[in-house]
């Protein structure tokens, strides 16, 4: 041991011996360590069951698309008529699927139908390929069949089919088509025994479960009808006296004052003394009779006889002259005159020509007026059954090539005034007859309505009455243009009928 570690222990001895020990002493044991008493898993809480939403059942697996209908439209005759049909289709958004002509090849097909002399050029695409007639990007098969029977409308989906060849008119004529894969045949011409349908005038009596062939009456009678029949169920028309102009009418004979009794004309009520007549080639009739008339022609019927024996009166009515012979056996014929101003057509001569039915008709149509006969006014009667029996008239065939005037004169069973007439016909014209009626009081002529599609388009201005019984009525109707819309108009709504 050094010295400085003896010092160092003497000084500090005291020092040493109050400090702990450095010994060092093992820890205490730890004391037992308790285990805690592991506390029980504490109980769930009942939770609130969560508000469950209904889930709706999965929807129903989408039925099988229908099969949506689509009007398609078949013409038998590619004309005047054939071929504005198909441009009242295109603009109407009507699918026209085939055309049968078997007379024009597909070429000459285009050419007739993008130029008309008459309605300008087609305004849109036409053309040919792959032999189908293509008209704004829509084709069209072309068939050359002759007869109904052989055209194949199965092949083109069985459509409506147009008959505007004029040569079928009849049902047994037509119903070939039907047979040969038509569904339904719409005649545009007036047809001796398929019903007969003007629209706006008696389409809602169009049966699809039994009329499958169906007549769109005459240009005529689709200008006329609508116009009757506002008149009618307004004012009611009784009937008028037709003027005829006839072969063997003649010579006006002049009455002196009549025997009987009444003063007034039965068919506009101011008072006469004097008969104005025509006396015709027949042998003189002298009978009896208890109306009136002033300036109108009066046609008798013999009892039993046809128009061949129509007789008429004579001078033998006059003051001091022999008493006349009993009317027994007479029937005074009532009729609604109605008379047609037509363009010519081309059945019609360039130059004369002939024509075995009517001689006239075989003359000039650029060169003359032509007197001539329409079913028109008696189709009337079939489209408006209380017409049937009070209208006929006659047409008279004039030197333009489109655009025709209908002339009605009526008796009317009330007493109105011409502004009510024409307020009439104006609300028909902007209410349940838009489209197919209209109403102009412009100064018009017959060129103001080429291309116009309404049936009828009354012209108040040129209408004038006797009295408030008696009444001429003027209307317009472009007789190719309207009429083929209607033709048109027809079909849809025949598809509309059916299901």
């Known amino acids: 041991m050094s010295k400085r570690d003896i010092v160092l222990t003497n000084v500090t001895v005291v020092q040493l011996l109050r400090q702990p020990c450095p010994v060092t002493r093992a820890p205490p044991p730890p004391e037992p360590r308790v285990e805690a008493e592991p506390e029980p898993p504490a109980q769930p809480q009942p939770q609130p069951e969560p508000i469950k939403e209904e889930v709706p059942p999965p929807p129903p697996p989408p039925p099988a698309p229908k099969k949506v209908r689509e009007l398609i439209v078949g013409i038998n005759g590619f004309g005047r008529i054939g071929r504005l ?6 603009e109407k958004g009507v699918k026209v699927v085939a055309v049968n002509d078997p007379f024009i090849d597909l070429e000459y097909m285009v050419y007739m139908f993008k130029y008309d ?40 989906g069985s459509p409506f089919v147009v008959e505007a060849t004029g040569v079928y008119l009849s049902l047994e004529e037509t119903k070939a088509h039907i047979e040969a894969g038509a569904q339904r045949v719409v005649i545009c011409a007036p047809s001796p025994d398929a019903p007969m349908f003007v629209m706006g005038v008696n389409e809602k009596e169009y049966n699809p479960s039994s009329m499958k062939i169906v007549s769109n009456a005459s240009c005529t009678t689709n200008c006329l009808a609508p116009l009757a029949k506002v008149i009618h169920e307004r004012f009611g028309i009784l009937e008028g006296l037709m003027v005829s102009w006839g072969k063997g009418m003649g010579q006006e004979t002049q009455l002196g004052t009549c025997t009987s009794s009444s ?13 104005v007549f025509w006396e015709g080639r027949s042998p003189p009739v002298v009978t009896s009779f208890e109306l009136w008339s002033c300036l109108h022609v009066l046609l008798l019927w013999m009892g039993g006889c046809g128009p061949a024996n129509l007789h008429t009166w004579t001078t033998n009515l006059g003051p001091g002259k022999k008493k006349p012979r009993s009317r027994e056996g007479l029937t005074l014929a009532l009729f609604l005159p ?70 009605l004169t009526c008796r009317l069973a009330q007493p109105t005034p011409y502004s009510a007439i024409k307020d009439a016909i104006k609300a028909a014209a902007k209410g349940p007859m838009a489209g197919i009626l209209a109403y102009t009081e412009d100064e018009v002529v017959s060129t103001d309505f080429l291309s116009d599609t309404h049936s009828s388009i009354f012209d108040a201005k040129a209408g004038i009455a006797l009295n408030d019984n008696f009444v001429k009525l003027i209307s317009w109707y472009d007789n190719e243009y309207g009429y083929s819309n209607r033709v048109v108009d027809l079909v849809r709504y025949m598809f509309s009928r059916d299901k």
Request: charged share 25%.
């Open 263 to 275: 003063r007034t004309c039965f068919m506009c009520g101011v008072n006469r003394e004097r008969l």
């Open 85 to 90: 049909v198909l441009r009242a289709c295109m």
């Open 338 to 407: 109605k008379t047609t101003v037509h363009s010519y057509t081309a059945t019609q001569k360039t130059v004369d020509g002939p024509s075995k039915k009517a001689w006239r008709d075989g003359r000039g149509a650029h060169q003359n007026i032509i007197p001539a006969s329409t079913g028109a006014a008696k189709a009337v009667g079939k489209v408006i059954p209380d017409l049937k029996g009070k209208l006929t008239g006659m047409a008279f065939r004039v030197p333009t090539p489109d655009v025709s005037v209908v002339d």
């Open 117 to 156: 002399s008459t309605h300008g050029r087609y305004k849109g695409n036409v053309e040919h390929k792959n032999g189908q007639l293509v008209v704004d990007n829509n084709e069209i098969s072309v068939f050359q069949c002759k007869q109904p029977k052989e055209i194949p409308w199965k092949s083109v």
